[in-house]
């Protein structure tokens, strides 16, 4: 066992299990070598429990026993907090999180529970000056992400965090922040390199999350080829994660619901969610991850057994 493990969460928006059709689904029209090394394939509904020495992939339920299609507000507070938000309210909502259950994500979501045990929590994403200002303006509203680093007094990195390398943007290479954001001098990187650098931000704490987005907003538009670069920047950031090694890291890769494996329609999908597990405690989720709601519980439960020291 490793002298003092790390836990990196990835959460990918609207990535489920879909069908093995290249037609529809982009995972299986691009080439993910990385994904594919790692993992030892790519799920399909019809083979979605993938498992080698080092790595596990299976599926979660996102649809929480309530009818309709799963959307972000509720299926990432069920993701982060490990309450059924949909069934707290009677419904899926997004793609905020419904004021009736702000309480809850304030009360339990990863971020404050891990720093209650006295882990040192982290949010790998950098934020333009505009987000900064919206929050300012009193009108935010926010993902489920950033309120509840917000709620927990969790730190949100700038502009400046990602100059100096300790944060990553969204869209993993920072291109974004140079033709979109206003910020010229924010240098790209590759999503290999991106990789690495998140894999050396999570040894630096007990526990780092990422958010990327543009998985969800590639399905959304049902756009193939968007659908595909996102995927293949994804694939090479884990490339990057992999290549830094797993000897004092797990890797949890999870999201709210699905969507872009299945480009063929504009909504999200009732399909399960992907989950993947890569490190030392791979065999700590394994046939434990059946919803959504059960990821942020087993995190909790691997500090509490592992990574808190008395």
Not at 39 to 51: A, C, E
Not at 127 to 150: D, N, V, W
Not at 227 to 237: G, P, Q, W, Y
Request: net charge negative; hydrophobic share 40%.
């Amino acid at each position: 066992m490793s002298a003092r493990p790390h836990f990196l969460f990835v959460f990918l928006d609207g990535v489920g299990i879909g069908e093995d059709d290249p037609a529809v689904n982009p995972f299986f029209s691009t080439t993910l070598g990385h994904f594919i090394a790692l993992f030892g394939g790519i799920p399909s509904k019809d083979n979605s429990v993938l498992q080698n020495n080092s790595a596990l992939v299976e599926s979660s339920d996102a649809l929480m026993g309530i009818d309709g299609f799963p959307q972000s507000g509720t299926g990432q507070t069920a993701l982060f907090t490990g309450v059924n938000a949909a069934r707290v309210i009677g419904m899926h909502f997004g793609p905020y999180p419904h004021s009736q259950i702000r309480p809850i994500l304030e009360e339990k979501n990863i971020f404050k529970v891990l720093n209650d045990l006295g882990a040192d929590v982290y949010f790998a994403n950098a934020f333009p000056r505009q987000f900064f200002e919206y929050i300012k303006s009193g009108h935010a509203r926010l993902s489920a992400t950033s309120m509840s680093c917000i709620m927990s007094g969790v730190p949100l990195c700038d502009a400046d965090s990602l100059r100096q390398g300790k944060a990553l943007s969204a869209d993993i290479t920072s291109e974004r922040w140079r033709t979109e954001l206003g910020y010229p001098d924010v240098s790209p990187v590759t999503p290999f390199e991106a990789g690495r650098r998140l894999a050396r931000i999570a040894r630096e704490h007990d526990f780092t999350m990422f958010e990327h987005f543009l998985t969800d907003k590639a399905g959304h538009a049902m756009d193939r080829k968007l659908a595909e670069s996102v995927l293949k920047n994804f694939d090479e950031m884990i490339g990057g994660i992999a290549d830094a090694g797993f000897d004092d890291l797990t890797l949890l890769i999870s999201s709210d619901h699905g969507n872009v494996e299945d480009i063929s329609i504009k909504t999200h999908t009732l399909n399960p969610s992907l989950t993947a597990v890569a490190g030392e405690y791979v065999e700590f989720f394994k046939g434990r991850v059946g919803s959504i709601c059960d990821v942020t519980p087993r995190i909790t439960e691997l500090f509490k057994e592992h990574f808190v020291r008395a």
